[in-house]
């Protein structure tokens, strides 16, 4: 049966691949699953400089799912190019680097040096923190989807695709945004969970990417 698939321009065998952080680079994973047999493998985000996320817990399973907080931690571009992308390249499967970046100028140079690396396609995510922005994410406004996507297509010439963040009013006028500066695909990211507790009547946001764990005293009616 043929399953090819172009997603964005990457000629994939088949289209099953993995959702960016879920699979670290693949290394854990190869000891137990065929690398080989994916479609293309989106790695965990990968940014300019190494990043030690946040402190733990990270990980929180809940009855209706888990919960997450790992604040962006990989060890950069430079060790990826050295490290895990020969490890990456030794499978017949596409690679797709998960892009992550602090500043415009930050996805710039990031883009830069990964247009030079031997890989097939880039994901921009664009739900991290623009800190010279207040720390909101790119992908919250039409602009910044705009700023990012049409700087960084100036210096990359593989395919993009763009990771929009679903916390928004209208997703499809940022989608449109990443559409009319060259990316020809986006897909979206996690949603920001409120976790009501039945027994303290407490919620409790949490926001995925800044590591503020916002406590509010809310009373919910409990049932
Ligand atoms: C532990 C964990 C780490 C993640 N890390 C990243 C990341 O580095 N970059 C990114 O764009 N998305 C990251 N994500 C988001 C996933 O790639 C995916 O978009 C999200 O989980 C929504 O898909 P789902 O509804 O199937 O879970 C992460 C998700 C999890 C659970």
Redesign the pocket.
């Known amino acids: 049966m043929n399953t090819k698939i172009n997603l964005a321009g990457i000629e994939m065998k088949n289209p099953v691949t ?5 699979f670290g680079y693949g290394r854990e994973y190869s000891q137990f699953f065929d690398l080989g047999r994916l479609g293309a493998i ?5 940014s300019l400089k190494p990043k030690n996320g946040n402190k733990p817990t ?2 929180c399973e809940t009855p209706s ?2 919960l ?1 907080s ?1 604040g ?1 931690q ?1 060890p950069g571009v430079e060790y990826f190019a050295q490290n895990d992308l020969p490890f990456l390249r030794k499978y017949d499967t596409k690679i797709i680097v ?1 892009a ?1 970046g602090s500043s415009v100028e930050e996805y710039v140079e990031l883009c830069k040096i990964l247009n030079t690396l031997d890989i097939d396609g880039v ?1 921009l ?1 664009l ?1 991290c923190p623009n800190v010279k922005e207040g720390c909101m994410a790119f992908g919250n406004t039409y602009d910044g989807v705009k700023k990012v996507t049409s700087e960084v297509r100036k210096v990359l010439d593989k395919p993009l695709i763009v ?1 929009l963040t679903p916390n928004v009013t209208d997703i499809a006028r940022n989608s449109k945004s990443s559409r009319r500066c060259w990316s020809r695909w986006s ?5 920001i969970i409120r976790n009501e507790n039945r027994h303290t009547q407490k919620t409790t946001s949490t926001c ?1 990417y800044n590591r503020r764990t916002i406590r509010t005293s809310n009373k919910t009616s409990s049932s």
């Open positions: 993995v959702a960016a952080g879920t989106i790695t965990k985000g990968t990270r990980v799912g888990m997450n790992i962006l990989n998960n992550c994901e995510n739900s990771k897909v979206i990211n996690k949603y995925k």
